[in-house]
């Protein structure tokens, strides 16, 4: 599974961006995908994942209520839709996944398959 994600940018604390994860088959619109990201100096961190039942979700405290992920099935992508920004949430964004369904726990992963990262950036 090849996946790519795309979407970040410069933004000003309290505007919203929304990133997109896709691997070019529709595949994805049935596997768990999950959200990491990495800040310089700072550990990567699970942010977002979702479960096969598009209804599972899970987030981390830290974007709780700020973002929200879900599926495009006619796009085949997984979008994070991340708002109220914050400086804090600066970070290269990743997405994720196993090439596997399922509704359990999927913050942490392991997870094999990853795609580039793309830079969020937001200025005070």
């Known amino acids: 599974v090849q996946l790519q994600a795309f979407g970040g940018g410069l933004v000003q604390s309290g505007g919203s961006l929304k990133l997109s994860c896709t691997s070019g088959e529709s595949g994805i619109d049935y596997y768990v995908v999950a959200w990491f990201r990495q800040a310089p100096g700072k550990e990567r961190e699970g942010i977002a ?7 599972h979700t899970m987030y981390a405290h830290s974007v709780l209520g700020r973002f929200t ?7 085949h992508t997984v979008t994070l839709q991340m708002n ?9 964004y990743s997405c994720a996944t196993n090439g596997m369904g399922g509704d359990g726990y999927c913050l942490g992963g392991p997870y094999v398959h990853w795609g580039q ?6 200025s005070s």
């Open 117 to 122: 990262g793309t830079q969020v950036t937001v």
């Open 69 to 75: 992920i879900s599926r495009d099935l006619v796009n």
């Open 84 to 92: 109220n920004l914050k400086d804090e949430d600066s970070a290269v």
């Open 49 to 55: 994942c979702i479960g096969s039942n598009a209804r």
